[in-house]
């Protein structure tokens, strides 16, 4: 929550009541105007949240002695802050952390043969590798406390976190005990920088956080159940989302009256996933299809928002080799029932944000027509880890580590922006050499560097089209995807690779996508869409202007009575 207007506002309240006991003012006659003007305001900057009751009461008394107790030129000076104070309630932020990919075993003395880990023979004390990590190798705790850090340095008082999974390195021989005391360890870590703050911390799983990696069950309570008892989970999740965690690891949860929050076990539908796979009667997506459902349905009455979580998100690799380009990150029955799901109810689906692919990029989702009708954000890796096998090694590229920070309206869950941050990790290695600490950086915004007004499906689309368009524009787009670090070069097949799996997420239209000249790659836009994207904008400048008009309004009527007292004469022109 936006403590600024607040806090403006109790101080003001402290100084008018001090400026009334000299004035001495006598009540004035407008209790009805002032007491729906202060619900107003009330609402507006606690927007709902289920933990600002307290707020709520302290913030009632305080405007209504404000209102009651101040002369005109103090009302007008509050009219300003309140209609100021409610745009700064309406934007809130959260944070998108994923693949950590966090190797306790990590030693700068270590092989890179060996994924750095230390080597029992050969000279002792001699460095090998950097201690804030290696592009071969997964990350370093050093690297992992880095990350937290600068999370909280950069903007520490965001709404929520999304924790989204793959929390264990890649590495053979795992046991569930180090899996689960690992998670709950870095569990505890987020915690204490959420719970500061008053944060949601928002977890979901990873293909990597199973035992072994990519074999996760659909239905495997006793596993499930050992996340929340064992790796702490039953200290995120709301009570009523411990049985469908149970059941399949996944769950909802409610972030406001206006947003709720659906954490899916994408890891499931992985393609590569060997664990026993849902039937046709999937209860994850029958359980989704309701949460989307319900949501449509209370949008009728007052407009419901859901934002969409997970590791492993619909479409295709954005990298690979040849012979996996048109193969879908998801099975593909999954890949085309999600993509109805979301076409189904796109009204409500206001965004979409999944890992996995190490990659500052997104994915245009479409319905059976080819039509888009949503997007989805995949956020970059806070591991560098790329493959150092001959055939794999240009699908999973390194990258330098990234975390991500989204704006958003907390009224209609609108997003607005998102801000990617990053660590040059060859010049944080050199730096810890000079024994000085390692810099975040900011490395891109959507809406500044990549010319977006906010990231709407019908913004998504442009940006889509643009990138297709233009040369340029595509070699910023895949410089961004590894956060700057260069993973070798990116030819007309990878160029076309990238391109295709933001553009189509479908099989026939991303087959067709490959096949184009690149003079001829569009997306198709409905009109509606760009209409439909400006509506929560518009509603919130006319929520601004009722405000300000009911301030005014208030003004006046406060001028009037005063007045009507000194001067009754001049009633009869009211």
């Given at each position: 929550?936006?403590?600024?207007?607040?806090?403006?506002?109790?101080?003001?309240?402290?100084?008018?009541?001090?400026?009334?006991?000299?004035?001495?003012?006598p009540?004035?006659?407008?209790?009805?105007?002032?007491?729906?003007?202060?619900?107003?305001i009330?609402?507006?900057?606690?927007?709902?949240?289920e933990?600002?009751?307290?707020?709520?009461?302290?913030?009632?008394?305080?405007?209504?002695?404000?209102?009651?107790?101040?002369d005109?030129?103090?009302?007008t000076?509050?009219?300003?802050?309140?209609?100021?104070g409610?745009?700064?309630?309406?934007i809130?932020?959260?944070?998108?952390?994923t693949?950590?990919?966090?190797?306790?075993?990590?030693?700068?003395?270590?092989?890179?043969k060996?994924?750095c880990?230390?080597?029992?023979k050969?000279?002792t004390g001699?460095?090998?590798?950097?201690?804030?990590?290696?592009?071969?190798c997964?990350?370093?705790?050093?690297?992992?406390?880095?990350?937290?850090?600068?999370?909280?340095?950069?903007?520490?008082?965001?709404?929520?976190?999304?924790?989204?999974?793959?929390?264990?390195?890649?590495?053979?021989?795992i046991?569930?005990s180090?899996?689960?005391?690992?998670?709950?360890?870095?569990?505890?870590?987020?915690?204490r920088?959420?719970?500061r703050?008053?944060?949601?911390?928002?977890?979901?799983?990873?293909n990597?956080?199973?035992?072994?990696?990519?074999?996760?069950?659909s239905?495997?309570?006793?596993h499930?159940?050992?996340?929340?008892?064992?790796?702490?989970?039953?200290?995120?999740?709301?009570?009523d989302?411990?049985?469908?965690?149970?059941?399949g690891?996944?769950?909802?949860r409610?972030?406001?009256?206006?947003?709720?929050?659906v954490?899916?076990?994408?890891?499931?539908?992985?393609?590569?996933?060997?664990?026993q796979?849902?039937?046709p009667n999937?209860?994850?997506?029958?359980?989704?299809?309701?949460q989307?459902?319900d949501?449509?349905r209370?949008?009728?009455?007052?407009?419901?928002?859901?934002?969409i979580s997970?590791h492993?998100?619909?479409g295709?690799?954005v990298?690979s080799?040849?012979?996996?380009?048109?193969?879908?990150?998801?099975?593909?029955?999954?890949?085309?029932?999600?993509?109805?799901?979301?076409?189904?109810?796109?009204?409500?689906?206001?965004?979409?944000?999944?890992?996995?692919?190490?990659?500052?990029?997104?994915?245009?989702?479409?319905?059976?027509?080819?039509?888009?009708?949503?997007?989805?954000?995949?956020a970059g890796s806070?591991?560098p880890?790329?493959?150092?096998h001959?055939?794999?090694?240009?699908?999973?590229?390194?990258?330098?580590p990234?975390?991500?920070?989204?704006?958003?309206?907390?009224?209609?869950?609108?997003?607005?922006d998102y801000t990617?941050?990053?660590?040059?990790?060859?010049k944080?290695?050199?730096?810890?050499?000079?024994r000085?600490?390692p810099?975040?950086?900011?490395?891109y915004?959507?809406?500044?560097?990549?010319?977006?007004?906010?990231?709407?499906?019908?913004s998504?689309?442009?940006?889509?089209?643009r990138?297709?368009?233009?040369?340029?524009l595509?070699?910023r787009?895949?410089?961004?995807?590894?956060?700057?670090?260069?993973?070798?070069?990116?030819?007309?097949?990878?160029?076309?690779?990238?391109?295709?799996?933001?553009?189509?997420?479908?099989?026939?239209?991303?087959?067709?996508?490959?096949a184009?000249?690149?003079?001829?790659l569009?997306?198709?836009?409905?009109?509606?869409?760009?209409?439909?994207?400006?509506?929560?904008?518009?509603?919130?400048v006319a929520?601004?202007?009722?405000?300000?008009?009911?301030?005014?309004?208030?003004?006046?009527?406060?001028?009037?009575?005063?007045?009507i007292r000194?001067?009754p004469?001049?009633?009869?022109?009211?």
């Amino acid at each position: 929550m936006n403590a600024f207007p607040i806090l403006v506002l109790l101080i003001l309240g402290h100084l008018c009541q001090i400026q009334a006991a000299t004035l001495n003012k006598p009540p004035n006659n407008v209790d009805a105007l002032k007491k729906h003007l202060v619900e107003k305001i009330v609402q507006s900057l606690v927007d709902g949240r289920e933990d600002h009751g307290e707020t709520l009461e302290a913030l009632k008394t305080t405007l209504s002695a404000v209102i009651d107790e101040t002369d005109e030129q103090s009302i007008t000076v509050i009219a300003i802050l309140i209609a100021a104070g409610i745009a700064g309630g309406l934007i809130g932020y959260f944070w998108h952390l994923t693949d950590l990919h966090l190797d306790r075993d990590y030693s700068t003395r270590g092989s890179r043969k060996l994924s750095c880990h230390r080597i029992d023979k050969g000279p002792t004390g001699l460095r090998t590798v950097g201690p804030y990590g290696d592009f071969l190798c997964n990350t370093p705790k050093l690297l992992a406390a880095s990350t937290f850090a600068a999370m909280e340095r950069i903007k520490p008082d965001v709404d929520f976190i999304l924790w989204t999974g793959d929390n264990m390195p890649h590495a053979n021989g795992i046991t569930w005990s180090a899996l689960y005391s690992q998670t709950d360890w870095i569990r505890a870590v987020l915690s204490r920088h959420a719970m500061r703050h008053r944060a949601l911390l928002v977890p979901t799983l990873g293909n990597h956080d199973w035992v072994p990696a990519n074999a996760l069950d659909s239905e495997d309570a006793v596993h499930y159940r050992a996340f929340l008892n064992e790796a702490g989970f039953r200290q995120l999740l709301p009570v009523d989302g411990w049985s469908t965690f149970e059941r399949g690891g996944y769950y909802s949860r409610s972030l406001s009256k206006n947003i709720r929050l659906v954490c899916i076990n994408s890891a499931i539908w992985y393609s590569i996933n060997k664990g026993q796979r849902p039937g046709p009667n999937d209860p994850q997506m029958a359980w989704l299809r309701e949460q989307l459902h319900d949501a449509q349905r209370l949008g009728q009455k007052a407009r419901t928002a859901v934002f969409i979580s997970g590791h492993i998100g619909p479409g295709f690799f954005v990298r690979s080799i040849a012979d996996k380009a048109a193969s879908t990150v998801l099975f593909d029955d999954i890949n085309d029932k999600y993509q109805d799901l979301i076409a189904e109810y796109k009204d409500v689906v206001a965004g979409q944000f999944f890992g996995h692919q190490h990659s500052n990029t997104f994915v245009l989702l479409s319905d059976r027509n080819g039509t888009p009708v949503s997007s989805v954000q995949l956020a970059g890796s806070v591991t560098p880890w790329g493959s150092s096998h001959p055939i794999y090694r240009t699908e999973s590229v390194p990258t330098n580590p990234c975390v991500r920070l989204y704006t958003y309206r907390r009224n209609t869950g609108e997003l607005l922006d998102y801000t990617v941050y990053y660590l040059d990790l060859e010049k944080a290695n050199v730096d810890a050499l000079r024994r000085e600490e390692p810099q975040w950086e900011l490395l891109y915004s959507a809406r500044s560097y990549l010319g977006v007004p906010d990231l709407s499906t019908a913004s998504m689309i442009d940006l889509a089209n643009r990138i297709a368009r233009s040369p340029d524009l595509l070699s910023r787009y895949i410089a961004l995807s590894s956060s700057l670090k260069d993973s070798g070069p990116c030819g007309k097949v990878c160029r076309r690779t990238m391109l295709c799996a933001a553009l189509a997420s479908r099989l026939d239209f991303h087959a067709a996508c490959l096949a184009q000249r690149d003079s001829s790659l569009r997306v198709r836009l409905r009109k509606t869409n760009r209409a439909e994207a400006a509506i929560p904008t518009c509603l919130d400048v006319a929520i601004l202007l009722l405000v300000t008009v009911t301030g005014l309004a208030f003004i006046a009527i406060v001028k009037r009575n005063s007045m009507i007292r000194l001067y009754p004469r001049y009633a009869r022109f009211w």
